[in-house]
C-alpha cells in the first residue's frame, strides 16, 4: 500500500502562481505514475496532470500552458506548479499514484486551492 500527502495549497489572487507537493510512504517502489486530480463544488472530479516514472507527461486541456508537473523518484515527491492561476482553477487538488503490485490507484486527503478575482 502507498499512503500520498498532499501540502502547499492555500488562497491565491488571480494571475498568480503557486506549487503543490506530494510526497508518498510506504511501498513506494511499485509507483509506476503519479499525478493530480481536482473537484470544485458542484463539478466531478477531473485529472489535471499526470506523469510517468519515465517522466512522459499529461496535461488537462483546461490548465495546459499554465500547469507544470514534474517528479523526484528518489525522493517519492511529485510537483504541481501552478502560474497564471484563473478563479475557476479554486477546487480541492488531490494526489494520486498508481500501484504495479496491487492494480491498484492510491490518493491523498486533498488540499485547497483558492483563486481569488
Known amino acids: 500500500q502507498v499512503q500520498l500527502v498532499e501540502s502547499g495549497g492555500g488562497t491565491v489572487q488571480a494571475g498568480g502562481s503557486l506549487r503543490l507537493s506530494c510526497a508518498a510512504s510506504?511501498?513506494?517502489?511499485?509507483?509506476?505514475?503519479m499525478g493530480w486530480y481536482r473537484q470544485a463544488p458542484g463539478k466531478e472530479r477531473e485529472l489535471v496532470a499526470a506523469?510517468?516514472?519515465?517522466?512522459?507527461?499529461y496535461f488537462a486541456d483546461s490548465v495546459k500552458g499554465r500547469f507544470t508537473i514534474s517528479r523526484d523518484n528518489a525522493e517519492n515527491t511529485v510537483y504541481l506548479q501552478m502560474s497564471f492561476l484563473k478563479p475557476n482553477d479554486t477546487a480541492v487538488y488531490y494526489c494520486?499514484?498508481?500501484?504495479?503490485?496491487?492494480?491498484?490507484?492510491?490518493w491523498g486527503q486533498g488540499t485547497q486551492v483558492t483563486v481569488s478575482s
Open positions: 510506504g511501498d513506494t517502489i511499485c509507483i509506476s505514475a
Open positions: 494520486s499514484a498508481g500501484s504495479s503490485c496491487t492494480i491498484s490507484e492510491y
Open positions: 506523469i510517468t516514472s519515465g517522466g512522459r507527461t
